[in-house]
């Protein structure tokens, strides 16, 4: 059967599951890993390097943690040691391993378990190894941490860790980012590669085709990437001491082509100490509440008005990268029926507004979140109410661009009720709600070409959308997005500009990035062939830009951070379109993306916004004499 793709795929991590390695080690990673992995040449010198490093002799009780299809374990058990155990969290892999040692003769005794939290009679171990790079799967962090627990707990008094894992620092500055490779006389894996947006990980696509059945499989994977010095001192706060590294090693393969993350590791050894490390106790945190949007309300933006599995991975990525930033304790709240009650009774000392659809998903009420913790006298990041009404009303934002001699589009307005017909309308126009966000009523068929073109589309729209309509100049040129972030004192960073990508969408479609571009629907080309790239503008032009936006940000009111629009016309002349005052926070949205070519990982960009958030009010607080 031939499996689904998902096409070209503008960042890897997008797609990335947050327990991928739960489907991933199967038959089809035997054969696209399979140069390495069931390379004997790589078995016999892992096997001699854990047996010197770690003092392995005939006697020693030995556990190989994630051990696959139990290579290492089953060499051991040749060599005449009598004590080998191995667990993995692949069933499939762990039958493979039971049958090669039925069929070789060999007693290794093979269990299946999770590396986080194994428990196996056969405990306590002398020697515990992690070996072929089996180590820094998880999202976090704190389940590496996990492992090295679990292993600690797992060994005797003065037992051995050894783990071969790849070299981070080398593989961060040499992996490829695109290779294929054949893997049979019929099969062909193609392989993509990118650093994550947080930088610490190298995440992995694979493509394997068949050349008679198809694509076999379109996996995403990723790995976080540990030098030997940040792996040391994670050991050493792990309870580990006596942490000895035996140099960085090159590992064969059968074909020599792609060896990805195992083409340069290194071997360290560390003695389980008496206990853990423990931490000086911590300077109480600030206590912050993260708002979102409610997934228990119908929300009109979404497609089918539900949360899809991007945004649990977005929410997933929010609270890793808030958990990984010290001196807070983040809460999170999303049921807005209880929100009031819930600020009442524990007043956060700031709340992050990441409520960006409007109370209880309607956004005629988005303004209504912030205007209520005016009341409350709660602090929050982002704009202010006004702010919020100004710019969701896109011919109001309009307005006050043209007021400060910004470039616009022409534009026209059809009230509520009111025929197109008589309008002196320049074809081709774009027609949308006047009130809108997440580009509802704006598809493919929003650009028209002829008056009854024009017609149709009004129609269309106000039978699925209240309120008046816009007709507007539609504009060919490049289409540029600009990111800003305040320092809470009025300075302003502009962060790389984004330009979107149509080069790959068919020339038949108009280059607009609809309601089909934001929302999963991979059946679409404007899901699969729009993307976003780095903008390369002229000095001019970039200055010019990046003045409209400053003004902008300032005289609507925009406050900490915030995203703004804009379009070049036939002439060059690059018009506003649109202010986001409260624009999506995801790690796969557009701020996200400028950011990261800013070299601001993820944290460190929501870091930015409580910061500036925190000083926006203590210099408010200030300038009052300190009242709260």
């Known amino acids: 059967m031939t499996a689904r793709t998902h ?67 089953l060499e051991l058990a040749r060599r005449g040691h009598r004590h080998v155990s191995g667990v993995d969290r692949s069933r499939y892999l762990i039958t493979v391993a039971r049958k090669r040692a039925r069929a070789a003769g060999l007693a290794v005794s093979l269990h299946e378990g999770d590396a986080r939290s194994f428990k196996l009679p056969e405990a306590p171990f002398d020697v515990v190894s992690l070996l072929g790079n089996s180590f820094g799967y998880f999202d976090r962090d704190e389940d590496d941490r996990k492992v090295l627990r679990a292993v600690h707990r797992a060994l005797a008094p003065g037992g051995t860790l050894a783990l071969d894992i790849t070299d981070g620092a080398w593989i961060r500055d040499n992996f490829e980012r695109r290779s294929w490779e054949w893997i049979g006389a019929e099969e062909l894996v193609c392989r993509e590669r990118e650093l994550s947006s947080c930088g610490t990980r190298l995440v992995s696509r694979e493509v394997v085709v068949h050349a008679r059945r198809g694509v076999v499989a379109d996996q995403f994977y990723a790995q976080r990437l540990y030098d030997p010095a940040a792996l040391v ?41 008496a206990a853990r490390v423990v931490r000086a106790v911590p300077a109480p945190a600030k206590d ?66 990441f409520c ?96 009854d073109e024009l017609r149709d589309r009004v129609v269309t729209l106000r039978a699925s959308w209240e309120g008046d309509v816009l007709v507007q100049e539609f504009l060919p040129g490049a289409e540029y997005s600009v990111g800003l972030l305040g320092d809470g004192a009025g300075g302003l960073d502009v962060l790389p500009i984004l330009e979107v990508d149509y080069d790959a969408l068919p020339p038949e479609l108009p280059r607009l990035l609809g309601y089909e571009s934001k929302w999963n629907f991979p059946e679409t ?49 690059i018009r506003f379109l649109e202010a986001n005052p409260n624009p999506g926070w995801g790690w796969g949205d557009e701020l996200n993306y400028m950011a990261d070519w800013a070299g601001l990982p993820y944290a460190e960009l929501l870091r930015r916004i409580v910061a500036s958030a925190l000083a926006r009010v203590a210099s408010a607080r200030a300038a009052r004499g300190g009242s709260p």
Not at 335 to 346: P, S, V
Not at 391 to 405: F, N, Y
Not at 531 to 545: E, G
């Open 7 to 73: 096409g070209p795929v503008a960042r890897l991590e997008q797609h990335l599951a947050g327990e991928w390695w739960k489907a991933i080690f199967n038959a089809t990673y035997l054969r696209t890993d399979g140069d390495v992995v069931e390379n004997p040449e790589n078995t016999h010198r892992d096997t001699d390097m854990l047996v010197r490093a770690a003092d392995v002799q005939p006697d020693t009780r030995l556990l190989d943690v994630c051990c696959g299809q139990g290579r290492h374990c």
């Open 233 to 273: 001192a994670m050991l050493e706060d792990e309870g580990f001491g006596a942490v000895s590294d035996h140099a960085a090693k090159d590992s064969a393969s059968d074909r020599n082509q792609d060896l990805g993350m195992m083409e340069r590791t290194f071997f360290l050894t560390a003695r389980k100490g």
């Open 288 to 353: 912050v509440l993260v708002l979102l949007g409610d997934p228990r309300s119908h929300d009109p933006i979404r497609p089918n008005g539900e949360l899809t599995v991007d945004d649990d991975a977005a929410l997933r990525k929010l609270r890793d990268a808030f958990g990984s930033l010290e001196g807070f304790a983040f809460r999170y709240h999303d049921d807005h029926a209880t929100l009031l009650e819930t600020l009442r009774a524990r007043p956060p000392e700031l709340v992050v507004n």
């Open 356 to 451: 960006d659809e409007g109370f209880r998903n309607d956004l005629h009420a988005e303004l209504h979140v912030p205007a209520l913790l005016e009341v409350l006298g709660i602090p929050y990041t982002g704009a202010g109410p006004a702010c919020l009404g100004l710019c969701v009303d896109k011919a109001h934002a309009r307005a006050i661009a043209i007021s400060l001699g910004v470039p616009v589009p022409r534009e026209l307005r059809l009230p509520k009720g009111a025929a197109p017909e008589g309008l002196d309308v320049a074809y081709p126009a774009l027609v949308k709600p006047r009130v809108g966000d997440g580009s509802v009523g704006i598809d493919r068929g929003a650009v028209v070409r002829t008056p």
């Open 525 to 573: 080309p404007y899901w699969t062939h729009v993307s976003y790239k780095r903008a390369s503008l002229a000095p001019a032009a970039q200055a010019a830009l990046e003045g409209h936006a400053r003004l902008l940000f300032e005289q609507l009111g925009c406050r900490d951070y915030a995203r703004l629009d804009f379009r070049a016309a036939e002439d060059g002349t």
